[in-house]
Nanobody, 127 residues
Framework: QVQLVESGGGLVQTGGSLRLSCAAS????????MGWFRQAPGKEREFVGA????????SYADSVKGRFTISRDNAKATVYLQMNSLKPEDTAVYYC????????????????????WGQGTQVTVSS
């Protein structure tokens, strides 16, 4: 069982930055690939990005590529989402998710592949 708690959301102006954190419980954090998803009002949950178990590989949605960066600290059991050059269309509830990954180097962009989810943190970008 893995529990995930996101933090770091808030209100920011267009062009600003935020860093989200997702702290995981348990002693097997390094066994999980981690993903970030977001859901805006009236829209489906969408993939933002993901990072492999070791942190050696990442994948991003085209809409955030070059602006967002995912990193992780396995010693602290925490994954981060650094968001720069924020736009109003980035406004959403952001969720982190954990995928038990027997093999390093693989990440998924499909929500159904993930086993555990956090409660979400609101990010609002004002124009």
């Amino acid at each position: 069982q893995v529990q995930l708690v996101e933090s770091g959301g808030g209100l920011v102006q267009t062009g600003g930055s935020l860093r989200l954190s997702c702290a995981a419980s348990g002693r097997t954090f390094s066994s999980y690939a981690m993903g970030w998803f977001r859901q805006a009002p009236g829209k489906e949950r969408e993939f933002v990005g993901a990072i492999t178990r070791s942190g050696g590989g990442t994948s991003y949605a085209d809409s955030v590529k070059g602006r967002f960066t995912i990193s992780r600290d396995n010693a602290k059991a925490t994954v981060y989402l650094q968001m720069n050059s924020l736009k109003p269309e980035d406004t959403a509830v952001y969720y982190c998710a954990a995928d038990h990954a027997p093999i390093d180097g693989v990440v998924y962009s499909t929500a159904s592949e993930y086993d555990y989810w956090g409660q979400g943190t609101q990010v609002t970008v004002s124009s």
